[in-house]
């Protein structure tokens, strides 16, 4: 090779750092979607902004769906532990002065008549804590910290009730939970309204904190009733204040990647200065 014929090597440092650019952009674009990976407890609360008590409304398909696995609830009946629901889909909504829950699950049969002597309804519950800041036993509540119910059956009846451990249920002079339900290849789907902002012995869901939540199902034409029902774990709705959504994680990821990316580059300039290379 002659000497006309040489070229100068890139810089290697330089090309490391070129690569740190590189890398630092893609982390920006793919790390927020790493993190924004939602809690294993946590349930997504939508803005429908709208009315969303017609569980089909189209304004629910763009609000998140989490899927709970139920089981058996502890129960003195005979077979409580026979269930036949293992899990439940759950969606939350709000459109500023309402929110709306809708619990869908499969049953392949709607069973609505509850006259006989051995015939059971379908229904299903929410369960939320009267005190939202303290999680109460996951079996209707206790004395101290009680919960709110939302029952839907499939007799049409929709109640709202307050309990404080099992045998204490009482019903709501007024009920404030409205629910309608739809039944459709081999699913119900149960959509409960109640007005966000509320007090007394209510569940305050406007948005101040997160909530904690638990579902129970019960599919009649399987004989379960009362305390033979599948329930959830204690999840909560995402409620609260707080600097969640992918805006803020980009940002935050990119001034990060940023302030690592300079340090680099000035610890690279240092180490070339120490050995004497020309800048």
Not at 141 to 158: A, E, L, Q
Request: glycine share 10%.
């Amino acid at each position: 090779m002659t000497e006309g014929c040489e070229r100068t090597a890139p810089d290697r440092s330089w090309v490391g750092v070129a690569a740190l650019v590189v890398l630092a952009v893609v982390g920006a674009a793919v790390l927020p979607t790493l993190s924004s990976a939602r809690p294993a407890n946590e349930v997504p609360v939508g803005d429908v902004g709208a009315n969303a008590t017609d569980p089909t409304a189209e304004s629910w398909t763009a609000v998140p769906s989490v899927e709970l696995a139920l089981a058996s609830a502890p129960s003195g009946l005979p077979e409580a532990s026979n269930v036949s629901v293992r899990e439940a889909q759950v969606r939350t909504a709000t459109n500023g002065s309402h929110v709306f829950v809708r619990v869908s699950w499969p049953d392949a049969t709607a069973d609505r008549n509850a006259s006989g002597l051995r015939e059971f309804a379908d229904a299903v519950a929410v369960q939320l804590p009267e005190n939202e800041s303290a999680r109460p036993p996951i079996a209707m509540g206790g004395t101290s910290n009680r919960v709110n119910v939302w029952y839907w059956s499939g007799t049409g009846t929709t109640e709202e009730l307050l309990a404080g451990g099992a045998g204490t249920t009482t019903s709501f002079e007024r009920s404030a939970v409205d629910a309608q339900a739809v039944h459709e290849d081999g699913e119900w789907h149960v959509a409960f309204t109640r007005e966000a902002e509320m007090a007394g012995n209510r569940t305050d869901l406007s948005g101040e904190q997160d909530v904690d939540v638990a579902v129970a199902v019960w599919n009649g034409s399987y004989d379960e009733r009362a305390g033979r029902k599948s329930v959830s774990e204690w999840k909560y709705l995402a409620m609260g204040p707080g600097p969640q959504g992918p805006p803020y994680e980009t940002i935050l990821w990119t001034v990060a990647g940023l302030a690592i990316l300079f340090a680099t580059v000035v610890t690279i300039e240092g180490v070339r200065r120490t050995r004497g290379e020309a800048a």
